[in-house]
């Protein structure tokens, strides 16, 4: 079973489509995130989710 941390990103209606596509790349190469849901709002803005996968560490003898 795969256990995800997820992180919300609001991106408001005035951000350029670049900017937010540089937002979303620059978390997605350092911090290892990637796309999970993108929901567009009536008023132009953008709820974004990200995820990544946790990484559990078994302990050896």
Do not use: C
Not at 4 to 10: A, E, V
Not at 19 to 35: F, S
């Amino acid at each position: 079973m795969l256990d995800y941390s997820y992180m919300d990103i609001y991106i408001p209606r005035d951000l350029s489509r670049e900017a937010a596509r540089q937002l979303l790349t620059e978390h997605a190469e350092y911090g290892h995130w990637e796309l999970a849901r993108v929901r567009l709002h009536p008023d132009g803005s953008r709820h974004v989710r990200l995820r990544r996968k946790i990484m559990r560490v078994r302990r050896t003898l």
